[in-house]
């Protein structure tokens, strides 16, 4: 079945440093891609996604770029902030396979600290 | 923007209770989704609802059942609560049909003693 291994955390950086959250997927079909991101007390939000191979998707500073070759979708930020500190979760969904569902990594807590 | 709320923050329910939890959206979208979330294991999909009284299981309906009677309001049941159903529960909605992208509700966050 359709799965998504992303980095065991936690992760702490010091602000300003360089992030990567490493994340590989396997699926039966062509996936589309998602980071969600969760801050403390809350639920999900989409971060950024990524459609087809070569996207890049782009928020808030955060890239990933969907590698077909790799079956990657690595989460970069080039200098972190306290802010960034939550929890991130890789995904992927199937489109038009009649289900719909997302199916999400184990995530990663990110802790920034100042 | 799209809005999803849920009935409760914070639960605390007794063994064998029979439990409610309520998910409402503000928007004329079909798909809407139950996950639970535990910590090393991520989000995994309990049930979805694709239309008015239409449900599917997802990947682990055991010990739930769920309810749309009405579009904008899908509710997760828990027949007889369990310590293992200890956990965080999150309701999400589908905007685009042509997307996978999916929203979010606050989660509500349940203890079984």
């Known amino acids: 079945g359709d799965s998504v291994t992303q980095m065991e955390g936690p992760v702490t950086l010091s602000e300003e440093a360089f992030l990567t959250i490493n994340c590989t997927y396997t699926a039966t079909g062509y996936p589309s891609l998602f980071w969600y991101v969760q801050y403390p007390g809350e639920g999900l939000q989409l971060l950024l996604k990524a459609t087809k191979a070569d996207d890049k998707g782009s928020n808030k500073g955060f890239e990933a770029t969907y590698r077909k070759e790799t079956t990657s979708f690595h989460l970069e930020k080039g200098s972190v902030q306290v802010s960034d500190s939550a929890v991130y979760f890789c995904a992927l969904s199937i489109p038009n396979s009649g289900n719909e569902k997302l199916t999400f990594g184990t995530g990663t807590r990110l802790t920034i600290i100042p | 923007d799209v809005k999803v709320t849920q009935s409760s923050r914070y639960l605390v329910k007794r063994t064998g209770e029979k439990v409610f939890l309520e998910c409402v959206q503000d928007m004329d979208h079909e798909n809407m989704f139950w996950y639970r979330q535990d910590p090393g294991l991520g989000l995994r999909l309990i049930y979805f609802?694709?239309?008015?009284?239409?449900?599917e299981k997802g990947d682990i309906p055991e010990g739930y059942s769920v309810s749309r009677e009405k579009k904008e309001r899908f509710s997760l049941i828990l027949e007889s609560a369990s310590t293992n159903q200890t956990s965080m529960y999150l309701c999400?909605?589908?905007?685009?049909?042509?997307?996978?992208?999916?929203?979010f509700g606050p989660g509500t966050r349940l203890l079984v003693l």
């Open positions: 999400a909605i589908k905007r685009d049909l042509n997307s996978g992208t999916q929203y």
């Open positions: 609802s694709y239309d008015v009284k239409m449900k």
